[in-house]
Protein backbone atom coordinates (compact mmCIF):
# COMPACT_ATOMS: atom_id res chain seq x y z
CA UNK A 1 0.00 0.00 0.00
CA UNK A 2 1.47 3.59 -1.05
CA UNK A 3 1.51 5.96 1.52
CA UNK A 4 1.74 10.01 1.19
CA UNK A 5 4.74 10.14 3.56
CA UNK A 6 8.18 10.10 2.76
CA UNK A 7 10.26 7.53 4.97
CA UNK A 8 11.30 10.51 7.81
CA UNK A 9 8.11 12.17 7.94
CA UNK A 10 5.93 9.91 10.28
CA UNK A 11 8.85 10.26 12.60
CA UNK A 12 8.90 14.38 12.14
CA UNK A 13 5.57 14.05 13.10
CA UNK A 14 6.25 12.34 16.46
CA UNK A 15 8.49 15.02 16.83
CA UNK A 16 6.04 17.49 15.94
CA UNK A 17 3.46 15.97 18.33
CA UNK A 18 5.92 15.59 21.38
CA UNK A 19 6.85 18.80 21.20
CA UNK A 20 3.09 20.16 21.35
CA UNK A 21 2.41 18.21 24.22
CA UNK A 22 5.48 19.70 26.14
CA UNK A 23 4.25 23.21 25.16
CA UNK A 24 0.68 22.05 26.40
CA UNK A 25 1.90 20.87 30.15
CA UNK A 26 5.04 22.08 31.38
CA UNK A 27 5.47 18.82 33.59
CA UNK A 28 6.01 16.93 30.34
CA UNK A 29 9.27 17.05 28.44
CA UNK A 30 11.27 15.18 25.44
CA UNK A 31 14.62 13.64 26.44
CA UNK A 32 17.17 15.43 23.89
CA UNK A 33 19.71 12.63 24.08
CA UNK A 34 20.23 12.54 20.31
CA UNK A 35 18.38 10.03 18.97
CA UNK A 36 16.19 8.97 21.81
CA UNK A 37 13.61 12.23 22.13
CA UNK A 38 11.25 9.96 25.01
CA UNK A 39 8.42 12.12 25.73
CA UNK A 40 7.92 11.72 29.61
CA UNK A 41 6.44 13.56 32.13
CA UNK A 42 9.14 14.97 35.36
CA UNK A 43 8.32 16.60 38.65
CA UNK A 44 11.76 17.87 39.43
CA UNK A 45 14.59 19.47 37.84
CA UNK A 46 16.66 16.32 37.36
CA UNK A 47 15.27 13.35 35.72
CA UNK A 48 16.61 10.11 33.93
CA UNK A 49 15.38 9.15 31.06
CA UNK A 50 14.04 5.69 30.94
CA UNK A 51 14.73 4.95 27.10
CA UNK A 52 18.59 5.93 27.22
CA UNK A 53 18.95 6.15 30.97
CA UNK A 54 20.65 9.30 30.96
CA UNK A 55 20.58 11.98 33.81
CA UNK A 56 19.29 14.86 32.30
CA UNK A 57 18.26 18.44 33.51
CA UNK A 58 14.58 19.63 32.58
CA UNK A 59 15.51 23.42 32.39
CA UNK A 60 18.27 23.30 30.26
CA UNK A 61 18.28 20.08 28.06
CA UNK A 62 21.57 19.09 28.73
CA UNK A 63 22.77 16.03 30.75
CA UNK A 64 22.48 16.38 34.96
CA UNK A 65 24.80 18.68 36.45
CA UNK A 66 25.04 18.12 40.02
CA UNK A 67 26.00 20.84 42.37
CA UNK A 68 26.50 23.67 39.08
CA UNK A 69 23.53 26.02 37.97
CA UNK A 70 22.48 25.91 34.01
CA UNK A 71 24.24 29.12 33.37
CA UNK A 72 27.28 27.30 35.20
CA UNK A 73 27.32 23.94 33.07
CA UNK A 74 26.70 25.76 29.90
CA UNK A 75 29.83 27.68 30.94
CA UNK A 76 31.89 24.30 31.73
CA UNK A 77 30.51 23.09 28.53
CA UNK A 78 31.75 25.75 26.66
CA UNK A 79 35.20 25.67 28.14
CA UNK A 80 35.78 21.75 27.18
CA UNK A 81 34.76 22.58 23.89
CA UNK A 82 37.58 25.50 23.78
CA UNK A 83 40.08 23.03 24.92
CA UNK A 84 39.38 19.84 22.81
CA UNK A 85 39.23 22.83 19.90
CA UNK A 86 42.71 24.33 20.71
CA UNK A 87 43.98 20.91 21.29
CA UNK A 88 42.88 19.68 18.13
CA UNK A 89 44.49 22.87 16.46
CA UNK A 90 47.62 22.26 18.55
CA UNK A 91 48.09 19.10 17.44
CA UNK A 92 47.62 19.79 13.85
CA UNK A 93 49.99 22.59 13.88
CA UNK A 94 52.63 19.82 15.26
CA UNK A 95 52.91 21.41 18.82
CA UNK A 96 54.15 19.27 21.48
CA UNK A 97 52.90 19.70 24.99
CA UNK A 98 55.92 20.72 27.56
CA UNK A 99 55.39 20.87 30.78
CA UNK A 100 56.96 24.55 31.23
CA UNK A 101 55.61 25.51 27.73
CA UNK A 102 54.79 25.19 23.74
CA UNK A 103 57.73 24.26 21.70
CA UNK A 104 57.45 23.31 18.27
CA UNK A 105 58.89 19.83 17.26
CA UNK A 106 59.17 20.33 13.71
Known amino acids: RASILSESEPDLLAQKFQELCVMQNQSTTVCSTLNCGFSLRVLYNEYTCPKCKRDKCKNCRTDWHEGLTCEEAKIRN ?29
Not at 92 to 100: L, Q, S
Open 78 to 106: QDAKNDKMFETARTEAGYKKCTRLWRDRR
